[in-house]
């Protein structure tokens, strides 16, 4: 069983930057692939980012891409999501999932999840 923390959300103008964190534990976390995803309000979640177990690959949606990137740090347990150039459209409840097989855009895919941090982007 995995456990995944979120934070570092919060308030932001737009233009303005987040880092996200997403601690994990309970598990071996470089046997996962992990993703971002996001949800607003009366909308359904949507892909983010993900990144393969290794970190070497990383994949995101053209709504993020070259404003948003996803790393991870497997000897502290943690990926990140570094957000910069923030609107307010990316407003939203973000979450990390950890899939156990490779890395995927599906949520579905995924088998744990964090409970999300909170990202407003005022305008």
């Known amino acids: 069983q995995v456990h995944l923390v979120e934070s570092g959300g919060g308030l932001v103008q737009a233009g303005g930057s987040l880092r996200l964190s997403c601690a994990a534990s309970g598990g071996t976390f470089n046997s996962y692939a992990m993703g971002w995803f996001r949800q607003a309000p009366g909308k359904e979640r949507e892909f983010v980012g993900a990144?393969?177990?290794?970190?070497?690959?990383?994949y995101y949606a053209e709504s993020v891409k070259g404003r948003l990137i996803i790393s991870r740090d497997n000897a502290m347990n943690t990926v990140y999501l570094q957000m910069n150039s923030l609107k307010p459209e990316d407003t939203a409840l973000y979450s990390c999932?950890?899939?156990?097989?490779?890395?995927?855009?599906?949520?579905?895919?995924?088998?744990?999840w964090g409970q999300g941090t909170q990202v407003t982007v005022s305008s």
């Open positions: 990144i393969s177990r290794s970190g070497r690959d990383t």
């Open positions: 999932a950890a899939n156990i097989g490779l890395v995927s855009i599906i949520s579905t895919e995924y088998d744990y």
